[in-house]
């Protein structure tokens, strides 16, 4: 495996890690626990170090369900991994079907609370990366990096991050805390946070991209006839599974078939590939529950495209017709 740096942060991760929200939570029904174990401990194996969680990736019945299974299955890779995790919102409603709108809430007091839990559930002394998972306009980035300092003080988190952040943003909690990653969502469908690279080098700040293959449909195992259950299946009303998304993204699988050929790789390899081709701490974190997928995700990091393939690429996809992607959840703001 190939190692990245997350900016000037000197955490050192595999240049693919492996998002598990998917494993719990927003992909259908949870996993089998022991096929979950049986996974995060192959992945140890091929290499990969870098594991993404969050405190909300569970069910409605266990709403904490993928921290403990991670915590639990990394047990005893303990010092060889990097857990990020991260607090910040909870859902609307999670009792209903279907995708959950979010409430931010970064108050110290809440942030507090979070890593206790968080720290419990991973059964681990520190966590190496905790995000905040999503900016709460009620709550200045200023506070909120100073309870990361603090929590940094204490080594109860060794760095952070912001999710989903923009410029303004990140600037503000960097100065008072120095952010290690940002984790926005990022792929050839998705690009419009690639005006945060230049402040990304400027301060020495990773990029962490989620939904590298916009929520799988890069990866082309999919099409019209999929299936997806809207209970608790996110895809049953993502954009880019609607059958009008798949005649509209022609051109855009035609090419990365066409680039997948010329490289002896997967579409979903290329997909990655390009990515981490752009700059050298971009990470993306897929997700996967199958041992073949996160095979191929991982082999990724061994696909290189040449800065004039990389620029060819970037203006193919910014002139061809690309369908609607999912943007996220909704936010909605209730007073605390």
């Avoid at 991670?70 to 607090?87: D, H, M, Q, S």
């Avoid at 520190?126 to 995000?131: K, N, P, R, S, V």
């Avoid at 200023?142 to 912001?162: F, P, Q």
Wanted: hydrophobic fraction near 40%; charged fraction near 25%; glycine fraction near 6%.
């Amino acid at each position: 495996m190939i190692f990245r740096t997350l900016g000037k942060s000197k955490l050192q991760v595999s240049a693919v890690g492996l998002g598990c929200m998917g494993l719990s939570h927003a992909y259908g029904a949870p996993a089998d626990k022991e096929d979950i174990m049986t996974l995060l401990a192959n992945a140890v194996d091929m290499g990969c170090t870098f594991f993404d969680t969050a405190e909300i990736y569970g069910t409605p019945d266990n709403p904490h369900l993928n921290e403990e299974m991670v915590g639990e299955a990394l047990v005893p890779y303990r010092n060889k991994v990097v857990i990020a995790t991260k607090f910040g919102i909870r859902f609307d409603h999670p009792e209903l079907p279907g995708n959950h709108p979010l409430i931010p809430d970064s108050r110290p007091e809440v942030i507090r609370a979070a890593v206790e839990g968080s720290l419990r559930r991973l059964r681990t002394d520190h966590i190496d990366l905790y995000y905040q998972h999503r900016i709460d306009k009620n709550v200045e980035p200023e506070e909120v990096a100073d309870t990361m300092a603090a929590l940094i003080r204490e080594g109860k988190i060794l760095h952070w991050g912001i999710s989903d952040t923009t410029e303004d943003y990140l600037r503000r909690a960097h100065r008072v805390c120095p952010v290690a990653a940002v984790q926005n969502r990022y792929s050839m469908m998705a690009r419009r946070h690639e005006s945060l690279f230049p402040v990304c080098k400027e301060l020495g700040v990773g990029f962490v991209a989620f939904s590298p293959l916009a929520n799988g449909v890069l990866s082309e195992c999919y099409n019209t006839e999929s299936k997806f259950d809207a209970q608790t299946d996110y895809r049953a009303v993502m954009p880019q599974y609607q059958k009008d998304s798949f005649e509209k993204n022609k051109c855009l699988f035609e090419m990365i078939e066409q680039l997948a050929m010329e490289k002896h790789a997967t579409p979903a390899q290329v997909s990655l590939a390009w990515m981490m081709s752009k700059k050298p701490w971009i990470v993306p974190i897929p997700g996967t529950r199958c041992l073949c997928r996160l095979k191929e995700n991982i082999g990724a990091a061994d696909i290189c495209f040449s800065q004039d393939e990389v620029v060819a690429i970037d203006k193919a996809l910014s002139s061809m017709e690309i369908s609607d992607v999912f943007g996220g959840s909704r936010i909605v703001d209730k007073a605390q």
